[in-house]
């Protein structure tokens, strides 16, 4: 008798296990995270508008590595402007301590075995 309650629950536990890990892929397929995102100096509001989107699977979107480009002037000069530098700089500061808290909050979520 106690072996084939044992053994059921076994099989339990691993139909259980299966179900969690297909809702877990299923999940996953509607990450729209990125590997790299490019944001244009001279169109700050793109990249904010990046950050602000949330992934349906993790709730937070990671950006990946951010790479910022500038646009050029005919003479070939890099136009640049202080104000679209400070406001990418807090963008960036924000971005980071968003992706701290969501670090710190998944580090302290609980594992499904």
């Not at 490019?38 to 169109?43: E, L, N, T």
């Not at 104000?83 to 701290?100: G, H, P, S, V």
């Amino acid at each position: 008798m106690f072996g084939t309650l044992s053994s059921l629950n076994r099989r339990l536990d691993k139909l259980e296990q299966e179900l969690a890990d297909r809702a877990w892929r299923a999940k996953l397929g509607t990450c729209n995270c990125s590997y790299v995102t490019i944001a244009d100096s001279a169109r700050p509001e793109e990249f904010e508008a990046e950050m602000t989107l949330r992934c349906p699977a993790h709730g937070f979107r990671h950006l990946g590595i951010i790479k910022r480009v500038f646009s050029y002037k005919p003479d070939h000069n890099v136009r640049r402007d202080s104000q679209l530098d400070r406001k990418f700089a807090e963008m960036m500061a924000t971005y980071n301590a968003r992706l701290d808290q969501a670090n710190r909050e998944v580090a302290h979520e609980p594992r499904e075995n």
